[in-house]
């Protein structure tokens, strides 16, 4: 899949590299770690505890908490609300999630 | 604890406005903001990294969001302006409680104002849970603030406004839009010309989209809703269907979109978990989202303390929102002493005008893109209502054997809205469901009592919890 970036109006900031399950992903500095796994065709962002459902970005702003990832070693972090390090360690959540009942 | 003048939550429209008036009237202002930087949803700026390069390319709308940004920081200096900042509860006494970088703190207001905005409507249809199916707002943040495009080849669904300006802003930045799937149906054109009459700005720019969309040949489906997404891990087929004047789909009436994308838009429900949790009187109003605050002419609720301004009352757009951020501004700082009664109402004098000028339109804009009760008829047994639980149809249909009395006893049977999302995705749905079932309307329900905090907060930080 290609890269869904684009430059219009606008240049991106410095590229740097991410690790996503361990697999280098490119980003830019100013991204979301939600906009660098979209740009990269990833949609899968954390499995459900019950159904083992997959789920990805939906509200996009920081309400439905369904983007939640492990980054950087913090569980349930939205990734819509967290911008790209570099170096920085991304994790899908895809283990039960047992934090959530103590957020 | 400190004490403060005029604490305002959230640096959107309205609140960016009302700083604006406040500080220019003398009063001390303290802001609370949740995003690194001032705009709010609709402004939002790009971050650090991101360089303009040519402004012209990002549309009217980024201009209009510049021109009062470069406003509000010209008054920046004299306010206290806290980024980054989670207000999470609000307790007696003018208490407001918020987290930031990790630290949780309370202040004491004088006068508060909260204007914190609205967000998408949630709407669960089978499949509204697979990976690539996200709303309209959290689309147009991808595209305009990160110029990332969500999918190879978009479908946008929904209804009003917001979805001819998500595909023209796709379109702009070179993307593929498969179709616009429009519910909301104009039953008077001739009252809407009447209401548009004046509305220059708002009719130039859906001139703007129409001749955009229309010149990619953008297949336009009026009277259509979506009522079923199918994938395998993630969407591949969007099902749409013709709907009657209750947006009840007509039999025989799909059609497929092969798309990996669905941006679903059905307008936006106001975040009253303030307003709601400081105790102000509130009501229902369809038309406006749901449940609102009240509010008198100078946007002042029921509490004396407190004002509210912009879409968290009522969603009106961001040209409202400014004028009634300006008007509270002034309010307070008539309230505070800084303004004399004839000073404010000679400042206020423009603002409110405007704000009558637009109010017909509103009203009839609202009513065509008004969700019908066929768009929360769609979910099916095994559809979840409730994402963070995992709470399907089929297990709130069976509390609905027994008597239930308002939402939050459902909230205390099934756990639903206490996920983290806290019932922000879910509560518009189950109210339409209950109401539908027992045969009321959705105001005889009341709402979710909000509890804090209102967002997830890591215990350790609320144990630490310092009163400065």
């Keep these: 899949m290609g890269d869904r970036r684009v430059e219009k109006g606008i240049k991106r900031g410095q590229s740097l590299e991410i690790q996503v399950d361990g697999e280098k992903v490119t980003a830019f500095q100013g991204e979301t770690i939600a906009a660098a796994l979209t740009a990269s065709g990833r949609r899968t962002f954390r499995r459900t505890k019950k159904k083992n459902e997959p789920r990805g970005m939906y509200c996009g702003i920081g309400l439905c908490f369904e983007c939640r990832m492990e980054i950087n070693g913090v569980p349930n972090t939205r990734a819509c609300q967290t911008l790209v390090t570099p170096g920085c360690q991304v994790k899908t959540n895809d283990r039960p999630d047992q934090t959530e009942d103590e957020l | ?468």
């Design chain 2, 1 to 468: 604890m400190k004490e403060v003048e005029l604490l305002i939550i959230g640096a959107g429209p309205a609140g960016m406005s009302a700083a604006i008036e406040a500080v220019k009237a003398g009063v001390k202002v303290t802001m609370l903001d949740e995003n690194s930087l001032a705009g709010g949803q609709i402004f939002r700026q790009f971050h650090d990294g991101f360089h303009v390069t040519d402004p012209k390319a990002l549309g009217h709308d980024y201009k209009r969001g510049q021109t009062l940004i470069s406003e509000f920081e010209d008054i920046k200096n004299d306010v206290e302006y806290l980024d980054a900042c989670l207000s999470w509860g609000f307790f007696e006494n003018n208490e407001i409680a918020f987290l930031r970088n990790e630290n949780s703190q309370s202040f004491r207001f004088h006068k508060l104002i909260i204007s914190t905005g609205a967000y998408d409507r949630p709407v669960p249809f089978p499949g509204w849970t697979l990976p690539g199916i996200l709303t309209a707002g959290g689309a147009q943040r991808l595209v305009k603030n990160q110029q990332v495009l969500p999918g190879e080849n978009i479908l946008l669904v929904g209804s009003g406004p917001l979805q001819l300006a998500l595909a023209s802003q796709i379109l702009k930045i070179g993307g593929k839009v498969a179709g616009i799937v429009e519910a909301g149906r104009v039953e008077n054109w001739g009252e809407l010309a009447r209401a548009s009459w004046g509305q220059w700005t708002l009719l130039a720019d859906a001139a703007h989209y129409f001749w955009k969309i229309g010149k990619a040949r953008i297949p336009f489906l009026r009277n259509h809703i979506i009522v079923e997404a199918r994938g395998n891990g993630q969407v591949e087929e969007a099902i749409i269907a013709e709907v009657d004047k209750n947006w009840r789909p007509k039999p025989g009436t799909e059609k497929v979109f092969k798309v990996d994308t669905v941006a679903v838009g059905y307008g936006f429900i106001p975040s009253t978990e303030l307003t709601q949790m400081a105790g102000c009187q509130h009501r229902y109003d369809p038309l406006l989202g749901g449940w609102i605050v009240d509010r008198m002419e100078n946007m002042g609720t029921s509490l004396p303390d407190v004002f509210a301004a912009g879409d968290c009352t009522g969603v009106a757009g961001s040209l409202v929102a400014t004028d009634e951020g300006r008007i509270a501004g002034l309010a307070v700082a008539q309230t505070l002493g800084n303004l004399t009664k004839q000073e404010a109402r000679q400042r206020m004098h423009p603002y409110r005008k405007s704000l009558a000028r637009s109010k017909k339109f509103r009203k009839v804009m609202d009513a065509i893109s008004l969700p019908r009760p066929g768009l929360y008829e769609l979910a099916q047994k095994d559809t979840m209502i409730c994402r963070c639980r995992e709470i399907a149809l089929g297990e709130i249909q069976e509390i609905l054997q027994e008597e239930i009395k308002d939402i939050n006893e459902i909230k205390r049977r099934l756990g639903i809205g206490m996920g983290p999302c806290q019932g922000r995705m879910c509560e518009s749905a189950i109210l339409a469901i209950v109401a539908k079932h027992k045969k009321i309307s959705p105001a005889d329900l009341g709402f979710l009592n909000p509890r804090p905090p209102l967002k997830p907060v890591l215990l350790s930080a609320l144990a630490d919890h310092t009163q400065l």
